[in-house]
Every structure is written in C-alpha cells, then in structure tokens.
C-alpha cells in the first residue's frame, strides 16, 4: 500500500520501527501532491522546503530511540485561514493575497512541538465564508470523488487532499459546518471540538462565538491523536477553556452498551435527499447493533438556526474583517489619494462577492435601529437553541443525524443563488450555535458514488462519547477505507 | 471632513449672555492607566519611543489575534472608581464600537457600552471658596488608539502618518452629567479629578504626554430652562488654558446665535490656539453609527463586594479628606493645606514632618517657603530630593531647641539639599550651633555698647528701635551665631541698668 | 417581501466603507431582501425574557498579569505594510 494512503497511526508504527524515514514520507507525500493537484487544486502554497526540515528533525529524533509523540513525522495540511509564521497566509482572498504572517498560531505552536510536517495552506471559501469553496479568490478545489463537484466548503481543501492522500491529516475550521460539511462530502472524518476546547489565538477570526479548529483524518483514530495535539487551555485566547483535556485515544472502544442515541426529528425533513436518508438511517442500526438504545429527541428551534446564524455570523464577521482596511498589511487599492477612497476600493477591490454580501448584512444587522430586530433576536434565539440541545442530552449521550442533506452538487450549480448555498449548513450550524462538539464520518455513496456523512454530537466537552460512537460504527463497518478513484498524472 | 471657519468676531466684554443665558458643560475626562502593559497584549506602555516601536499582531490588529484582559487595568479602574465615589457594577462588559480609522488597527475599539465598570459617583471640588459637586454618571475602561501624525514626517502634506504605539494602552473614560455652569467650574472638576487620580495613582495624568485630556460638551439655555440645549463638543483637549479659553470662546458664541434667533448645531469643533477660536469640524458623512455589540472575544467581568471592599480599604487618604484632617488636626490655615496636598508626595513629606517634629506650622512655613524654592529652582519634586523629613524635622527642633537661630538655619537647608547629610552633621562641621551662654556674649555685648555710644543713647532716650542696630551689630560680631533673643535680653538689661 | 431600499444598501455600503456601482447595488439589495426576508422568520418566535447569548462558555474574569515583555522589531512589524515612511505606516491624507 503506498504511504499516502496509510492513517498517522499506522505511519508512526513504521516510523518508529523506522521501517521509512519521516523525510522519505514527506518526500513520497510530495510526489503524491504532484500527481493529484492538477486535478483537485487543493493547495494554496506548499512548503517543501520547511516540510523537509521538520522531517528531518524527526528522524533524528526517531533514529535516537526517542519517546517520539504520534505525530511526529506526519505530513499534515493546514487551512490558509491559521496563521502560519514566514508563510504566505491568504484566507483564499486577495486582500490578504501578500501577508506572511509574523507568528505561528497556538495551534501551529502546539503541532511544531509534536514534531508534525506541515506540507502547506489548503484552499478555502474566502474568509472561511461559503459551502463550497467556490469563493476562494483563487482557485477552485475539485471534489476527488468527482472532478465536476464541489469538495464542501469552507475547508474544501483540507478536506479534498486527506481524502486525496495528498496529506495524512489537515486542519480546518467550522463555523457553520465547515470542517464537518466538506469532510460528508469528500468522505472522511472532520471533527469540530466544543467550542473553547482549541486555542483561537492565530485563527483569523470570521465569526469569533462560532469558529473552531478541528482535524480532517481517514479514521477515528487519527483524529482522536490530533486532538490531543491541538486541545488545550490558552492563556492568548479569553474565550479557551480551562479544563483538563482527556487522552481522546483511550476512548476508542468498539462497544456502545449503555449509550443512548437520540434521533432528532427535525432533522430528517423533506430537504434531504432520500439515498442521504437512507444511509444514515441503516447507520443507526449498526450503532444500535452494538449496543446502543436509539430514542426519538426534539429539537424544536431546528428550523431557525439558519436564520440565526445568518445574522450572528455577519454581524460578527462585518466586525473582524474592518481590519482589513490597507493600511498596515495586506492589499492597498493603487491610484487612491484620497483615504476614504483608499478603503472603499482596496475593500471593493480585495473582497469578493460574498465576502462583500455578509458583510453587508452584518452591517446591517447591527446598524442604528435593527440591532434589537435583528442581532438581539438572533442572540436570543439562539439561547433556545442551545437549551433544546441540553435539554436533549439529558437523555441521551449522543445525537446522530446526516451531516449534510445533499451529496457533492456540481461546480456552479449553486453560485447564482447565495440563500440555496446557505441551506447546504442547515444540519450543521446548530451544533456551532450551541458551541458542542460534532464529528461527520464517512457511511456510504450515494448511486453516483458521492460520499455521504453521519453526523454526531454530543454536550459540551463530551467529545470522548463522539469518538467512541464514530469508532465503533468504524470498527463495524468499512465506509472509511474507501477512497476515490483519482488518475495518476 | 470640511474645516468650516466661523469667522465670528466676538467683541470682548459681552456681558448680555451672563443674564440670559445658564452655561451647561459636561466633561468626558480620558486618563492612560500607568500600567506596565497594554491593556490586551504585553507591550511596554512607554511614551517617547521611536514609532512603531512598542507594537505586536495584538496591538496592530493583525489578522487572528486576540484580546487578554490586563488584570491591572481593571484594579487601577476600580480604585479609580472608588476615588471618585462611584459604585462598582457587580457584573459588566466589553463591547465592540465600530469606526473607520487609520490610528484603529481593528476596525473597531474595544470599549463599554450598556454596562460599564462604575456608575453613580460624584466629585466635590472647590472654586472660590465654594465647594461644588459633580455627579459621575459612568467610568469605563476602553483601549486607547495609535497615533496619526501628518506633514511633519516627511513634509509631505498629502500624507499622514500612523504610529501605533499608543495603540491599546488603558484608558479609563470619566463621564460626568452636564453639572458643570461655567467654563471655570469645568477647569476646577477636572483639576480635582486629576488630583484624585494622581493621590490613588492609577495614572500619571501628564497633559503634555497626553496620557490625561477630556472632551466638552457645552451649551447654553435660558435662565429657568430645565431643557438642555444643543451643545457643541470640543475634542481631546489636554491643556487646562486651550480648554478654558475654548469653552469661553463656545459659550459667546452659543449665545450670539440665539440672541440672534439662530438655532445651534449640534456638532463637534476643534480650538485653533493661534486664532483663539473654534471652528466646525462638518463631516460629509453622516453621524457615526457605532454599532456596538457585544465583544465575543473577551468575558464578561463580574466583582464580588469583598473585593471591592478590599481595594476600597487599599486606597490612601483622599486630598480632600487630607486637607479637612491637616486643618483640624495640625491647626495650619485653608490656604496652606492647600498647597501641602497639591501632590500626595509633598502632602506625605508635610504629614510625616510634622509628625516628627511636633511643629506642624514650622513645618508647613519650611515646605512652603525655603524648600519649594530649592525645589523650583532645581526644577525637580519633592519625592526627587535628598532633603527628607527627618532633615527637616531636625532643623526645626535644632532652631526650636535654640540650637541655631532661623537664619542660620536658612542657609542649612540648602546644604543639606546639595549633599544630604543631616542638618546636625552640617551645623557641627561648619560650627554653626548658637552661642547660647550669656557670659560668651556679655562681653560683646558691653563692646558693641562700648563702640556705639549714639545709638545705645538713643534707645535710653526712648526710640526703641534703636536696639536694632545694635542687635546687628553683636550678630555682626558673633558671625551671626550668637542667640538673637539672648542678645537682645542683653542689651535691655544693660541699656536700663 | 423585506423592504431594504438601494438607498439603504448604499448607506450600509458608506458605513462598511464599500463600493459598488448601480447595478451591484440593485443585484445586492434583491439578494439582501430576500436574505432579510428569510431571516425574518424568527419573528415567529416569541423571545420575551429570554436572555441573549453572546459567548457559548459561561467563562468569567479572564485576565493576564500586567507583565512588560519586548515588542516585535520595527523591521517584522513595517515588513508587508503596504507604504511605510521613516517608521511610520503612510496612509493618503486625514483632514482632521
């Protein structure tokens, strides 16, 4: 089997053995990125040259008998939306087309310190804003599964190049779904924590109460080894939360007696698509299989998280992106001699059409006389939505639903209608509104060979009984050692 | 944004406005917080350095950086707070106020909006002889903004120019309600607020800094009106006079134009220094809609009262209880407390000297007089020289012991300022102690007598002043140190014998 | 229907400090309305008492010790600035 193809958990057992060395790995994981990026466009920038360095640290390290941690060696991608110290990091926009970013972020920090190989920034929706990828300002990210469709967005190549095997893991972000949405589609494991679990401190902020960094892997396993490389307390970062963070592996048991699942209502409505419902419906029964007692839940505000999250979102994004002004970093409009006219054209001019849009309606939403109509609402709103989910989870553990209600759609079949793209998150942004913990996982192709994705979620910091349901549906079934069928250059 | 000169001629002396009309001024006091750090990162907060110097992606507002709340900020706020007699919000919060800007890295300044840090407070001040009283409506803790520079740079005038090493120092905002009726009152509240301030020092409130200035709204209504006006701001001010001469100039302007039948614009005006007048700073844009929401990147604050009464029970001695407690315990005049509380250094330095030395009005008269001169003439304050309290307090007891007479001791102090070796020390090796002893001086005193025969006559026949001459004459003698009052004895004695 | 007019999106484009021309501005006010439009229905919902969430955590008190540390190097902060001048960020005028 070749390397690309191989988990980290596997990787660090050959490492270890040193069987291969982590520059031979991160040499072959290259040679994969060659032959598989002129098809799916995944990478923003690669860093070779710092990838063969960090690569070589770890052999030495690997070489000397050291106590090496799990993802030492491993080749991981990383969404362009972190910062990365001394690399190009665009957020997928031209307004910040030319900013290297000075320092690392925490997440950056902590993967450094296990040793990880960073191959280089994935594409993604401008901004973290979209469903597709569709919006990034420079390339568009082709689906490995089906070069005509959309990988998912916002973290569509993150998502694109673990299902490739042109990078064992990656790093995305989840807003409104970004990392669970595109990992349905490509079919692999994206995991958004509980919010506050993950240092935001370097995650250029789109929506400061809903991001979140979470790992995209071909199992369970490797996600759960990224978690514990990237959750912890951060004292940059007001918002992280201080508490202890579990080995996320040792709750990797292939057994749900005890577990309570509930299956919400709401989320299995006429939008979904029927082969959709199917798969996550024969997906329940294997849990229950193994163990688990499945109980019908409400959760009656559903219906409204997009409306809530399509004004929180803006209205906090309109905030977070005023820096991007042209003064201190980034694009500067050219011919502007004038300051007013300075930042109307360097932001009309480096935003593009959806970044513009939400910041309109962010704006909007917050302006003199619609703040209580609007912001105050949504806030509140939002306030029953979480209550419904804690309401729920006193009586069930987990809850499962699709992660997405279509499969991949084709490229520009929705960019003409922003509201028909908003709805692809209709399942995921309540999990984001609440701040809980939500993973998608691969449970089977549609008849067009589109991958489709269970979603499950649990309370705040339960990620452990995420990871054990999605390990044991894993162990059970065989979704996830399926890849897509890409042609070698 | 247009500069609209109003090119108004104000003729000077018009008294017809102080009838008509009742001044209402309310101040907006910004004072930096002397912390070590800015209030969301670790850069040095440090006036003076080279731009662009004291700055990181926090304080710049580089793409996926995030605020940490300095835990001194929000002490110094509190003690601040309680200084100025507010009450402490149990449960506050920060928000994003939202503008345009290119001093405000963000896009946004984080501030306090609807639940501020301290509410409900006062300040008692005094002007002319008076004691007055402004009520504080709210106290809230914001980041400060970098700073824009223009055509001195490069001369350039179609540039400007951003330092950003102010950007994110504390900032503590003082709002007062609008209790403020002359532009004199707005002088003294805000001489008061600095003072208290400076006592509980949470800032240093250095106006040429800038790390202390205020904004004013002023207007005008008629007499018996309960209704505002339309008032004017006058932004960022830190110069006592421009503000005064400012508001002045405002609050005759205000007036012609409703003597006139004109309506005021609510707007905000700059003060040119140079013409001695305001003029309108009209936007082309429309009012600031500042948009604030709530900051998603900062919790919220919430204060038990033990704490507040552990800071509370922190504070010193407030200047104004210190005057009331120096007149009632040490018995020295208004007017000197006055001056001995000007700075909680001096008030400190008097409180202790007085102490010690059981002579509260020599104390006082030695602060105030010799000690301020050495201090004035070095140009530097009384925490800086090496004259301590227990210098003085010796002086004091080696003239009250009669040790060395008042004069001489004159010519102490300085030497003690200069080297800072105690008075004693001083008087010793220059051997300045006062001839005491009656029989050292006797024969001086017969001698002086003996060589001036006219005055010693004169006082004989009546003209008591005459002692004078000869009392100078045994100082002259004994190179001043013989004891004036024993001299003078002396001289009585033998004069009338 | 939400009613936002072309002069409501041209205001909100002055305070977001963007720009477009007539015909973005008719294509973004229809595709705000029908956005508002959508988001309207949480008017449905009656939120009477019901207390607004503005952070997931009901984290409280985060602070950081007043502690000095050095800043970055003027070179790291200037470098990528779109126009610097003798230390300093250069923007086009400010009338003040």
């Known amino acids: ?68 941690p799990p993802l030492a060696g491993i080749p991981i991608a990383i969404k362009d939306v972190i910062c990365t110290k001394g690399v190009l990091t665009t957020c997928g926009s031209k307004i910040l087309g030319n900013f290297v970013s000075p320092y690392d972020a925490t997440v950056m920090t902590k993967l450094h ?28 990210t082709r689906n490995p599964w089906n070069l005509e469709t959309i990988p998912g967005g916002s973290s569509g190549g993150s998502s694109a190049v673990v299902a490739a095997g042109a990078a064992i893991c990656s790093l995305g972000s989840d807003t409104g779904g970004s990392i669970r949405q595109p990992a349905a589609l490509c079919g692999v494991v994206g995991m958004k924590p509980t919010y506050g679990r993950v240092s935001r401190f370097g995650l250029v902020a789109f929506a400061s109460s809903l991001d979140q960094i979470g790992p995209f892997s071909k199992d369970v396993t490797d996600c759960a080894l990224v978690l514990n490389a ?10 992280s939360a201080d508490v202890p963070v579990p080995d996320f592996t040792k709750c990797l048991i292939n057994d749900l007696e005890g577990v309570k699942i509930g299956i919400p209502k709401e989320y299995f409505t006429a939008g979904i698509d029927s082969e959709i419902e199917e798969s996550v419906r024969s997906a329940i029964a294997v849990l229950q299989g193994a163990g688990a007692t499945i109980e019908e839940v409400s959760l009656p505000h559903t219906d409204y998280a997009m409306a809530t999250y ?15 002004d042209g003064v201190r970093y980034g694009f500067r409009a050219t011919n502007a001699d004038e300051l007013g006219d300075m930042y109307r054209q360097t932001r009309s001019q480096g935003f593009g059409e959806e970044v513009k849009r939400r910041i309109m309606l962010g704006t909007y939403a917050l302006s003199s006389g619609y703040y209580d109509a609007y912001y105050l609402k949504a806030q509140q709103v939002r306030t029953l939505i979480k209550s419904d989910f804690d309401d729920a989870f006193e009586k069930v553990d987990v809850v499962v639903t699709p992660t997405s209600p279509t499969a991949a759609f084709k490229i520009g079949e929705r960019t003409a209608d922003p509201l028909q793209m908003y709805l692809s998150d209709v399942l995921t942004t309540p999990a984001n509104l609440a701040g809980l913990p939500g993973i998608s996982i691969p449970c089977g192709l549609t008849s067009d060979d589109l991958p489709i994705g269970l979603q499950i979620l649990a309370a705040p910091f339960e990620e452990e009984k995420i990871l054990r349901a999605a390990y044991t549906f894993e162990q059970n079934t065989d979704h996830h050692r399926k890849r897509p069928k890409l042609s070698s250059k | 944004m247009m500069l609209v000169d ?55 507002g580089m793409p996926g950086v995030l605020p940490v709340m300095n835990q001194r900020a929000v002490e110094y706020s509190t003690r601040a707070a309680l200084g100025l007699n507010c ?17 405000l890295p963000k896009g946004y300044q984080i501030s306090q909006y609807d639940l501020p840090l301290a509410y409900d407070g006062y300040v008692d001040y005094e002007l002319d002889g008076e004691t007055k009283r402004v009520r504080i409506n709210r106290i809230h803790l914001e980041e400060d903004a970098g700073k824009l520079v223009h055509a001195d740079v490069t001369g350039n005038p179609n540039q400007s120019y951003v330092d950003f090493n102010r950007s994110c120092v504390p900032l503590l905002e003082i709002v007062s309600e609008p209790d403020l009726r002359s532009p004199e009152e707005a002088i003294a509240y805000w001489r008061a607020v600095k003072e208290i301030l400076e006592y509980v020092e949470i800032s240093d409130c250095n106006m040429e800094e800038g790390s202390f200035r205020c904004d004013a709204n002023i207007s005008l209504r008629p007499v018996g009106s309960k209704e505002l006006g339309t008032r004017t701001e006058l932004k960022n001010k830190n110069s006592f006079q421009h503000v005064l001469t400012a508001l002045e100039y405002e609050e005759k302007r205000q007036a012609r134009i409703l003597d006139e039948g004109g309506e005021v614009i609510q707007e905000t005006v700059l003060f040119d220094i140079n013409t001695g007048r305001t003029a309108s700073m009209r936007s082309k844009e429309e009012a600031h809609d500042y948009r604030y929401f709530p900051e998603p990147d900062l919790v919220p604050f919430e204060v038990d009262a033990a704490e507040v009464e552990r800071i509370r029970a922190s504070l010193p001695e407030l200047p104004a209880e210190r005057r009331q407690r120096f007149v009632a315990e040490y018995g020295i005049p208004a007017y000197d407390a006055e001056f001995l509380t000007a700075t909680r250094q001096m008030a400190d330095f008097f409180d202790e000297t007085a102490h010690l030395s059981g002579d509260p009005k020599a104390s006082s008269n030695w602060i105030m007089g010799d000690l301020s001169g050495l201090l004035n003439n070095a140009g530097i304050e009384i925490q800086d020289t090496q004259v301590t309290p227990d210098h003085l307090s010796e002086l004091i007891q080696l003239i009250n012991d009669q040790i060395i007479s008042g004069k001489i001791a004159k010519s102490v102090l300085p030497d003690v300022f200069e080297t800072g070796n105690p008075p004693k020390q001083i008087v010793d090796e220059k051997g300045l102690s006062q001839i005491s002893d009656a029989s050292a001086i006797e024969s001086i005193v017969d001698q002086v007598i003996k060589e001036n025969p006219g005055p010693a006559q004169d006082y004989r026949d009546g003209t008591q002043k005459a002692i004078g001459f000869l009392v100078g004459q045994v100082m002259k003698a004994t190179r001043g140190k013989a004891n004036p009052q024993m001299v003078n004895q002396l001289l009585q004695q033998k004069l009338s014998g | 229907m939400a009613t936002i007019t072309t002069d409501d999106v041209q205001h909100v484009a002055t305070l977001a400090r963007l720009e477009f021309n007539e015909e973005d501005i008719a294509e973004f006010t229809h595709q705000l309305a029908r956005i508002l439009d959508y988001i309207g229905k949480l008017n449905e919902l009656d939120t009477t008492d019901v207390p607004p969430t503005s952070h997931p955590l009901t984290l409280r008190n985060v602070v950081k010790e007043d502690v000095a540390k050095s800043s970055y190097e003027r070179d790291v902060v200037l470098d990528g600035a779109p126009s610097v001048e003798e230390g300093y960020f250069e923007v086009p005028k400010v009338i003040e």
């Open chain 2, 87 to 103: 009450k402490i919000a149990s449960y506050s919060k920060f928000d994003r106020k939202n503008y345009f800007y290119p001093d």
């Open chain 1, 230 to 239: 990237i959750c912890g307390h951060d004292p940059m970062d007001s918002t």
């Open chain 2, 6 to 60: 109003f090119s108004i001629d104000i003729p000077s002396g018009e008294q017809n406005m102080a009838s008509k009309y009742e001044t209402v001024i309310g101040l907006e006091i910004h004072a930096e917080l002397s912390t070590n750090s800015k209030l969301f990162c670790n850069c040095e907060v440090k006036f003076g350095s080279a731009a662009n110097t004291q700055t990181c992606p926090i304080c710049l």
């Open chain 1, 1 to 68: 089997m070749p390397l690309y193809e191989l988990t980290a958990h596997e990787l660090h057992e050959k490492l270890k053995a040193r069987e291969i060395t982590a520059v031979e790995l991160t040499q072959s994981m290259y040679h994969r990125i060659g032959a598989v990026e002129e098809q799916i466009d995944g990478y923003l920038t690669l860093t070779e040259e710092g990838a063969l360095e960090s690569a070589a640290v770890a052999d030495e390290g690997f070489q000397r008998g050291d106590e090496m």
């Open chain 1, 310 to 324: 399509y004004i929180i979102a803006p209205a906090e994004a309109s905030a977070n992106l005023a820096r991007y």
């Open chain 1, 113 to 140: 310190q296990q040793g990880a190989v960073m191959l280089g920034k994935t594409n993604m929706d401008e901004f973290a804003m979209g469903s597709s990828t569709e919006n990034s300002a420079y390339q568009t």
